[in-house]
């Protein structure tokens, strides 16, 4: 079975500033899709960036890009330009490519708090 | 807009009683549908996975007699907490899809605060 560990419960960052939201997984799979996700407090989840582990090339959406390293199953979230919207709960997920099992597991959850 | 619809957002019932929470795909077909329970300050935490026309199938230590969950229509599945109990009391959310192709996006509901008093 397939694990995510997001080490830091909370996270607090200078408003314009970078922060950085790690997250490990554990898998035998050589193929799979990897998420982050946003929960604000209205609980409504919010993809933001996702990576298909085929894919060399990190991805990047706006001031969100992450740094994919397979051999190291490591998927750290770079928020750049913070902003006072930013604040949430940010889920790191895993999803298999097999049939049947596409479910996604979740990590713990890491809480940004965007200091003015 | 919204592609996944959930109702009702908020519901308070008895204890006793059952409540039926609605998870609606918009605007494609969800071949395979998702329910998580959520505690607060904590992470999503899987109890079924239903696919269309067939029986759910739940995770380990998830009570199938006590969350029944139909997945009728590519288009609806319905989770009805039965015998609520104080403890049941919880954020619930589903998300949905279209099976065959991993990397289809999973759309999520906007969730349901269950309250049993």
């Known amino acids: 079975a397939q694990t995510v560990t997001q080490s830091q419960p909370e996270m607090s960052v200078q408003e314009a500033e970078t922060v950085t939201l790690s997250c490990t997984y554990d898998?035998?799979?050589?193929?799979?899709?990897l998420f982050w996700y946003k929960q604000p407090p209205s609980r409504q989840m919010i993809l933001v960036i996702r990576?298909?582990?085929?894919?060399?090339q990190n991805a990047t959406e706006n001031r969100f890009s992450v740094n994919f390293q397979k051999a190291a199953k490591s998927f750290s979230l770079k928020i750049s330009d913070s902003q006072l919207g930013d604040a949430a709960m940010y889920f790191c997920?895993?999803?298999?490519?097999?049939?049947?099992?596409?479910?996604?597991?979740f990590g713990t959850g890491t809480r940004l708090t965007i200091i003015p | 807009g919204a592609v996944v619809s959930q109702h009702p957002s908020r519901v308070i019932c008895k204890s006793g009683t059952s409540v039926k929470i609605e998870c609606r795909s918009l605007?494609?077909?969800?071949?395979?549908m998702f329910w998580y329970r959520q505690f607060p300050k904590k992470s999503l935490m899987l109890m079924a996975t239903?696919?269309?026309?067939?029986?759910?199938?739940?995770e380990q230590g998830v009570e199938k007699d006590k969350f029944l969950i139909n997945h009728a229509s590519l288009t609806l599945s319905t989770l009805t907490v039965t015998s609520a109990h104080p403890e049941d009391s919880s954020f619930y959310i589903c998300?949905?899809?279209?099976?065959?192709?991993?990397?289809?996006?999973?759309?999520f509901g906007e969730g349901s605060w269950l309250t049993v008093v």
């Open positions: 605007d494609f077909q969800a071949t395979t």
């Open positions: 997920a895993y999803r298999s490519v097999v049939f049947g099992n596409e479910k996604l597991t």
């Open positions: 998300s949905a899809t279209t099976t065959g192709h991993s990397g289809n996006t999973i759309y």
């Open positions: 990576q298909e582990a085929y894919k060399q």
């Open positions: 239903s696919n269309e026309g067939s029986k759910a199938t739940y």
């Open positions: 898998t035998s799979e050589s193929d799979y899709y």
